[in-house]
């Protein structure tokens, strides 16, 4: 499967079922799908390429290591949540980090310099947002989930979900509106 095939659930049900029995096929076929957009969100929450890339990494190690039973139903949304859900404990775990033992938890790769050369105009926008407004544009975008999953995945209210994606486009616009002015 190439990475720009689209994998749906019913496909997703069937490889984490051979995952769960050892298939290193299912896994390669899983990542070959969905390591790009898991990477993608990772990268739109934490705002840094090495730490999404380690968090992506984070992901498909515990799935290869403890594949879902069969009591997930919608396999999409269980990944991409393992990918918010890690990118927000990574930023915490960052942000608790005030003293140097701390510090030497945090991957080696993080840089903040290396996040500024990197960036695009969009990129340094959506940088701009608050986190609860880069996880919806994050999930919506790259995810491609309806607000009502985004509000399963994240624990608030479908309408809030709503809001923040709204309120995130307007602020996109105008971010990005002031930079080609300039």
């Known amino acids: 499967?190439?990475?720009?095939?689209?994998?749906?659930?019913?496909?997703?049900?069937?490889?984490?079922s051979a995952l769960r029995s050892g298939s290193m096929s299912a896994f390669e076929e899983i990542y070959s799908a969905l390591s790009k957009p898991v990477y993608t969100v990772a990268l739109r929450i934490a705002g840094e390429r090495t730490l999404a890339e380690d968090i992506t990494q984070e992901v498909f190690i515990k799935l290869f290591s403890s594949p879902p039973d069969g009591s997930v139903k919608k396999p999409r949304a269980y990944i991409f949540a393992m990918a918010h859900n890690a990118a927000i404990n990574s930023l915490k775990k960052i942000s608790q980090c005030e003293n140097i033992e701390c510090a030497e938890d945090i991957p080696d790769s993080y840089s903040l310099q290396t996040a500024?050369?990197?960036?695009?105009?969009?990129?340094?926008?959506?940088?701009?947002?608050?986190?609860?407004?880069?996880?919806?544009?994050?999930?919506?975008?790259?995810?491609?989930?309806?607000?009502?999953?985004?509000?399963?995945?994240?624990?608030?209210?479908?309408?809030?979900?709503?809001?923040?994606?709204?309120?995130?486009?307007?602020?996109?616009?105008?971010?990005?509106?002031?930079?080609?002015?300039?």
């Open 1 to 16: 499967m190439r990475s720009t095939d689209i994998i749906g659930d019913r496909q997703l049900l069937s490889l984490f």
């Open 116 to 182: 500024a050369e990197n960036r695009l105009d969009i990129a340094a926008a959506l940088a701009e947002l608050p986190q609860e407004e880069r996880e919806v544009v994050a999930l919506r975008v790259n995810g491609g989930f309806k607000f009502r999953e985004i509000a399963r995945i994240m624990g608030i209210p479908a309408g809030t979900a709503a809001w923040r994606w709204n309120k995130a486009i307007n602020t996109l616009r105008q971010i990005l509106g002031d930079m080609h002015q300039q």
